[in-house]
Protein backbone atom coordinates (compact mmCIF):
# COMPACT_ATOMS: atom_id res chain seq x y z
CA UNK A 1 0.00 0.00 0.00
CA UNK A 2 1.39 3.41 -0.80
CA UNK A 3 0.52 6.54 0.71
CA UNK A 4 0.90 10.02 -1.20
CA UNK A 5 0.26 13.39 0.07
CA UNK A 6 0.56 16.62 -1.60
CA UNK A 7 1.66 20.14 -0.40
CA UNK A 8 2.62 23.47 -1.68
CA UNK A 9 -0.54 24.63 -2.69
CA UNK A 10 -2.21 28.03 -2.15
CA UNK A 11 -3.51 31.49 -3.50
CA UNK A 12 -0.79 33.19 -6.23
CA UNK A 13 -2.02 35.86 -8.59
CA UNK A 14 -1.91 35.27 -12.66
CA UNK A 15 1.66 34.75 -13.57
CA UNK A 16 2.99 33.28 -10.68
CA UNK A 17 4.73 30.22 -9.72
CA UNK A 18 4.00 27.45 -7.69
CA UNK A 19 5.82 24.23 -7.02
CA UNK A 20 3.64 21.15 -5.73
CA UNK A 21 5.40 18.39 -3.92
CA UNK A 22 4.40 14.65 -3.21
CA UNK A 23 5.79 12.47 -0.91
CA UNK A 24 4.72 8.78 -0.83
CA UNK A 25 5.62 6.12 1.65
CA UNK A 26 5.03 2.37 1.93
CA UNK A 27 6.05 0.97 -1.31
CA UNK A 28 8.87 1.30 -3.84
CA UNK A 29 8.65 4.77 -5.16
CA UNK A 30 11.19 4.12 -7.97
CA UNK A 31 9.03 1.24 -9.72
CA UNK A 32 5.98 3.14 -10.05
CA UNK A 33 4.65 6.02 -12.19
CA UNK A 34 3.92 9.08 -10.89
CA UNK A 35 0.72 11.19 -12.77
CA UNK A 36 -0.43 14.54 -11.53
CA UNK A 37 -4.49 15.14 -12.35
CA UNK A 38 -6.48 18.36 -11.34
CA UNK A 39 -10.02 18.87 -10.59
CA UNK A 40 -12.01 21.99 -10.88
CA UNK A 41 -15.57 22.41 -9.05
CA UNK A 42 -18.10 20.99 -11.26
CA UNK A 43 -15.64 19.64 -13.73
CA UNK A 44 -14.13 16.35 -14.27
CA UNK A 45 -10.82 15.23 -13.14
CA UNK A 46 -7.88 16.02 -15.77
CA UNK A 47 -4.62 14.48 -16.76
CA UNK A 48 -2.01 16.99 -15.70
CA UNK A 49 1.51 15.40 -16.45
CA UNK A 50 2.91 12.34 -15.62
CA UNK A 51 6.92 10.64 -15.07
CA UNK A 52 8.16 7.76 -15.64
CA UNK A 53 9.83 5.39 -12.71
CA UNK A 54 13.40 6.61 -13.63
CA UNK A 55 12.22 10.69 -14.29
CA UNK A 56 13.77 9.94 -17.32
CA UNK A 57 10.57 10.32 -19.59
CA UNK A 58 7.65 12.79 -19.07
CA UNK A 59 4.49 13.68 -20.77
CA UNK A 60 2.10 16.83 -20.66
CA UNK A 61 -1.52 17.78 -21.55
CA UNK A 62 -1.58 20.23 -23.87
CA UNK A 63 -2.46 23.37 -21.74
CA UNK A 64 0.37 22.85 -19.48
CA UNK A 65 2.96 22.22 -21.73
CA UNK A 66 5.74 24.93 -21.97
CA UNK A 67 4.30 25.93 -18.09
CA UNK A 68 4.40 23.10 -15.68
CA UNK A 69 7.37 21.01 -15.24
CA UNK A 70 7.46 17.83 -13.21
CA UNK A 71 10.49 15.52 -11.73
CA UNK A 72 11.40 13.21 -9.13
CA UNK A 73 13.89 12.31 -6.38
CA UNK A 74 13.51 9.20 -5.82
CA UNK A 75 16.03 9.16 -3.23
CA UNK A 76 13.61 11.40 -1.45
CA UNK A 77 10.25 9.51 -2.76
CA UNK A 78 9.12 12.68 -3.95
CA UNK A 79 7.43 14.03 -7.08
CA UNK A 80 7.33 17.71 -8.11
CA UNK A 81 5.44 19.55 -9.87
CA UNK A 82 6.84 22.93 -11.20
CA UNK A 83 3.51 25.46 -12.34
CA UNK A 84 5.38 28.84 -13.69
CA UNK A 85 2.92 31.85 -16.05
CA UNK A 86 -0.03 30.75 -14.01
CA UNK A 87 -3.40 31.48 -15.18
CA UNK A 88 -6.62 31.45 -13.39
CA UNK A 89 -8.06 28.20 -15.34
CA UNK A 90 -5.82 26.55 -13.84
CA UNK A 91 -7.31 27.22 -10.20
CA UNK A 92 -8.27 23.16 -9.42
CA UNK A 93 -7.39 20.48 -6.42
CA UNK A 94 -4.46 18.95 -7.89
CA UNK A 95 -3.51 15.30 -7.17
CA UNK A 96 -0.54 13.43 -7.52
CA UNK A 97 -1.07 9.82 -8.45
CA UNK A 98 0.79 6.32 -8.41
CA UNK A 99 0.58 3.57 -10.62
CA UNK A 100 2.42 0.47 -10.03
CA UNK A 101 2.19 -1.20 -13.83
CA UNK A 102 4.39 0.39 -16.16
CA UNK A 103 3.62 -1.41 -19.06
CA UNK A 104 3.07 0.12 -21.99
CA UNK A 105 4.52 3.25 -20.90
CA UNK A 106 4.05 6.25 -21.91
CA UNK A 107 0.66 5.02 -23.31
CA UNK A 108 -2.27 4.89 -21.56
CA UNK A 109 -1.17 7.01 -18.32
CA UNK A 110 -3.12 10.48 -19.02
CA UNK A 111 -5.82 8.34 -18.05
CA UNK A 112 -6.58 8.00 -14.02
CA UNK A 113 -7.52 4.17 -14.62
CA UNK A 114 -3.70 3.72 -14.95
CA UNK A 115 -3.33 4.49 -11.53
CA UNK A 116 -3.77 2.55 -8.03
CA UNK A 117 -2.72 5.22 -5.64
CA UNK A 118 -4.13 8.60 -4.98
CA UNK A 119 -3.43 11.63 -2.40
CA UNK A 120 -5.76 13.90 -1.13
CA UNK A 121 -4.76 16.53 -3.16
CA UNK A 122 -3.84 20.17 -2.72
CA UNK A 123 -5.98 23.49 -3.27
CA UNK A 124 -4.04 25.68 -5.97
CA UNK A 125 -5.90 29.16 -6.64
CA UNK A 126 -4.55 31.52 -9.44
CA UNK A 127 -6.13 34.97 -8.84
CA UNK A 128 -6.76 37.43 -12.38
Known amino acids: QVQLVESGGGLVQAGGSLRLSCVAS????????MGWFRQAPGKERLFVAA????????RYADSVKGRFTTSRDNAKNTVYLQMNSLKPEDTAVYYCAAAKDTTGWPLGFSTGIKYDYWGQGTQVTVSS
Open 26 to 33: GGTFSGLV
Open 51 to 58: ISWSGGST
